[in-house]
């Protein structure tokens, strides 16, 4: 059965969330294990510890969204790629702070479970940006 060409371009789209998933949890695991070990073995503050592990994850989380999960080929638009995927991600970054000041304020929970529960929180709308604007196609209007 042959499929129509919404129903490609459907797959394809599935196929590139897909492959944003296994990127992005990568680099939760990368931002948790390097936010953990700071806060565990080096006794650095939460916060803190969650900045390193937040600069860490986005040299995973660039290159593979950039090989990987958007397959951008264009060597030209990479400076500019990244300088958009990083306002993004520091945007993000900045709303997963917020979530972690409000969890190590407003509840009890051990500061490592708050920095895990905060990675989780921005994906979604870090997919739409990444796709819409950080990583689009020059001939995409919405990448202007």
């Known amino acids: 059965m042959k ?13 590139t969330i897909a492959r944003f998933g296994i990127v992005g949890v990568s680099a939760a695991v990368v931002h948790a294990s390097v936010a953990v070990g700071l ?14 592990g937040f ?7 660039f290159t593979g969204h950039h090989v990987w999960s958007f397959r951008s080929a264009d ?23 917020g979530a972690l000041a409000a969890l190590l304020k ?11 529960i905060a990675i989780f929180v921005v994906p979604p709308l870090t997919f739409l940006g990444a796709r819409l604007w950080a990583f689009a196609e020059p001939s995409n209007p919405a990448s202007r």
């Not at 129903?7 to 394809?12: D, N, T």
């Not at 600069?55 to 989380?61: D, E, M, T, W």
């Open 3 to 15: 499929l129509s060409s919404k129903q490609q371009r459907l797959v394809r789209e599935f196929a």
């Open 39 to 52: 806060l565990e073995l080096a006794h650095v503050p939460p916060m803190l510890s969650n900045i390193g």
């Open 55 to 61: 600069l860490v994850a986005f040299i995973v989380s």
């Open 75 to 97: 060597d030209v638009q990479t400076g500019q790629r990244m300088r958009r995927f990083f306002v993004l991600a520091a945007a993000g970054f900045v709303l997963n702070n």
């Open 106 to 116: 407003f509840t009890q929970l051990p500061g490592a479970v708050g920095i895990i």
